[in-house]
T-cell receptor, first 114, second 112 residues
């Protein structure tokens, strides 16, 4: 079984401040980890992924995420938030041992205020 | 390259009718996934298909729901005898075997 927890329903930050959106996961095999963003009435867009290699991965729009195996976490970060980053963010995990389904967290709504 | 194409974008059905949702994956992708998103909720996995095969249908309701991905043509998610609780956004995604998912814009089903 695999699962994802996003402990915060909502994250509010001021424009220009750093942001963090938290994610922890559980998977029996090798974790493949993903972040996606969803704007209103749209599909999800891929931001970044961790498969193997460096624990710090960089993705689209200046986002990055750090894989921490001991804490089973994959928090999304950005050094300086923009108002246009306001959206719904989903963390997802897949068992890398097989080409199976991705399991998503419940999502975190990020609001960046001017 | 065209992305994942879903149609219809919006579908309205009365209780008891059938809903048929279509998904064409990205070119070169042979893996298709269907997810359901209820208002104010996350994505719930429904089914994972490859051409002509259902690989994992552990998220599909046991009754009224079916999915296929034929050798030719799009993947189809079919909901028979719809009820109000079926109202949701249904998202299709495609991928290479171990890669990230590419999502369509979704089909929003409203059951009256």
């Amino acid at each position: 079984a695999q699962s994802v927890a996003q402990p915060e329903d909502q994250v509010n930050v001021a424009e220009g401040n750093p942001l963090t959106v938290k994610c922890t996961y559980s998977v029996s095999g090798n974790p493949y980890l993903f972040w996606y963003v969803q704007y209103p009435n749209r599909g999800l867009q891929f931001l970044l992924k961790y498969i193997t290699g460096d624990n710090l991965v960089k993705g689209s729009y200046g986002f990055e995420a750090e894989f921490n195996k001991s804490q089973t976490s994959f928090h999304l970060k950005k050094p300086s938030a923009l108002v246009s980053d306001s959206a719904l963010y989903f963390c997802a995990v897949r068992d890398g041992s097989n080409a199976g389904k991705s399991t998503f967290g419940d999502g975190t709504t990020l609001t960046v205020k001017p | 390259n065209a992305g994942v194409m879903q149609n219809p974008r919006h579908l309205v059905r009365r209780r008891g009718q059938e809903a048929r949702l279509r998904c064409s994956p990205m070119k070169g992708h042979s893996h298709v996934y269907w997810y359901r998103q209820l208002p104010e909720e996350g994505l719930k996995f429904m089914v994972y298909l490859q051409k002509e095969n259902i690989i994992d249908e552990s998220g599909m309701p046991k009754e009224r729901f079916s999915a296929e991905f034929p050798k030719e043509g799009p993947s189809i998610l079919r909901i028979q005898q719809v009820v109000r609780g079926d109202s949701a956004a249904y998202f299709c995604a495609s991928s290479h075997p171990t890669g990230e998912l590419f999502f369509g814009e979704g089909s929003r089903l409203t059951v009256l």
